[in-house]
């Protein structure tokens, strides 16, 4: 995310110093949407596996769910 903003302030510097066209600030612009919508779909896929698992499990269904680390698998 943050790499995408850097993009995007830099293609705007460089449009306002007239040394790059529009289409580098828009096609940054477009790929930070892309990341943000990937974003909001994991979370909402994370959030309905979490309701999946409590479900499975006999559990209200906005009961947290605990992650066990990697230290944990065999």
């Known amino acids: 995310a943050k790499a995408v903003r850097t993009a995007m302030d830099e ?4 449009l ?5 066209t529009p289409d580098v600030v ?4 477009a ?3 892309s990341g943000e919508q990937s974003r ?8 309905a596996a979490r309701r999946m698992v409590n479900l499975l499990l006999d559990r209200p269904v906005d009961t947290p769910v605990e992650l066990a680390g990697d ?4």
């Open 26 to 29: 828009l096609r940054a612009r």
């Open 40 to 47: 909001a779909a994991a979370v909402r896929d994370r959030d």
């Open 16 to 20: 306002a110093a007239g040394t790059v």
């Open 71 to 74: 230290d944990a698998l065999p």
């Open 11 to 14: 293609g705007e510097r460089l």
């Open 31 to 33: 790929e930070r949407a």
